[in-house]
């Protein structure tokens, strides 16, 4: 069936993941800061269908009407509170948006899909694509598989239906805390990863690391719920238990922490490997790579969450605060070498 989209906000991927939608016959509206496609990044996907012609000005969102759109958020992790912000007068009137974008909002310390919740009384359904993938893989035609998550089977089920093809298909999955927090969990633990290549042998000590990864991740989750009255809290871990190892086991859970752990690509893992240098300050690191999501997301689950656990991620926060002689020290004592 085909089926008209809106891209909010896209950058690389939001772009790739909206010429796959094109080549599968879809309509397609793209609503971009920047509406030219001149940047070197852009032209290096390889993009075989996105034209000028799909591309709208963002400040236009507000203006626009809602005819039954699935509505795609495709902004970086820190642009995400922005765009609710700035188009509030448009997500007020939708009753349902799919995310590629994950993470945790750097102001409240809220996890994105409680953040639209919160925002908006209006929003119904929110779901999460996530998986192990590149951008420029989608605009190849490489296999992909990726977790399309959320609370509500309809939804899944309606995206796994419109995007499946020879070569990508979303598995469903509600539970979409998990595989929230895996997407945050995982850019910290590729930091960590970058840095244990650089003091030991390359891939020596990285299952440990997404093992540990997938621990934490898991105790998160678990942690989100200690609110509940003891015999519903009782059962909410009962059923986690059971389904735990298909959770682990998800494309958007192990599956995202090991690419983005084990693969150059990822900017997280590179800003691991520069920091293992005792020559270079943690600020000089960061402009060389640009955004690092995993050192923000270190910074706000430590100092402005109520989600943190101890572990990975405070073990990078005081690798992140310590000197720069101290870092493999750290890390080494972690690792037991």
Not at 139 to 151: P, Q, Y
Not at 155 to 177: E, G, R
Not at 218 to 225: I, P, T
Not at 248 to 263: V, W
């Amino acid at each position: 069936m085909l089926t008209k989209f809106r891209v909010i906000g896209a950058g690389v991927w939001g772009l790739a993941f909206s010429d796959y939608l094109l080549n599968l016959g879809h309509s397609v509206e793209i609503f971009r800061r920047d509406i030219s496609l001149g940047a070197d990044s852009i032209q290096k996907l390889g993009l075989k269908k996105v034209s000028s012609d799909h591309i709208k000005s963002l400040e236009t969102l507000n203006d626009q009407k809602n005819n039954d759109e699935i509505n795609i958020i495709a902004v970086s992790s820190k642009g995400f509170s922005d765009v609710l912000d700035n188009y509030e007068n448009y997500f007020s009137r939708l009753t349902e948006v799919v995310s590629l974008t994950k993470g945790i909002d750097h102001q409240s310390g809220m996890l994105f899909s409680d953040l639209v919740f919160d925002r908006f009384t209006n929003m119904q359904r929110y779901g999460l694509v996530s998986g192990p993938s590149f951008a420029k893989d989608l605009c190849e035609g490489k296999k992909i598989i990726v977790s399309m998550a959320s609370l509500d089977e309809d939804l899944c089920k309606a995206m796994v239906d419109v995007t499946k093809s020879a070569h990508f298909q979303m598995t469903p999955t509600k539970y979409i805390y998990q595989i929230e927090i895996a997407g945050i969990i995982k850019n910290i633990a590729a930091i960590m990863c970058g840095m244990a290549d650089e003091y030991t042998d390359k891939g020596v000590h990285a299952n440990k690391i997404i093992k540990k990864a997938c621990e934490e991740t898991w105790e998160l989750a678990l942690k989100l719920r200690e609110h509940l009255p003891p015999n519903q809290y009782q059962e909410f871990c009962d059923n986690l238990n059971h389904d735990r190892d298909t959770i682990i086991s998800s494309p958007g859970y192990i599956g995202d922490m090991i690419l983005t752990c084990k693969q150059n690509q990822s900017r997280n893992y590179q800003f691991g490997r520069l920091i293992a240098d005792h020559e270079i300050s943690i600020e000089d690191a960061k402009n060389t790579i640009g955004t690092v999501e995993g050192y923000d997301c270190c910074q706000t689950l430590v100092e402005n969450s109520k989600h943190c656990v101890d572990g990975l991620t405070t073990l990078l926060y005081k690798i992140l605060k310590s000197k720069s002689t101290e870092r493999e020290g750290l890390l080494k004592e972690f690792l037991q070498v």
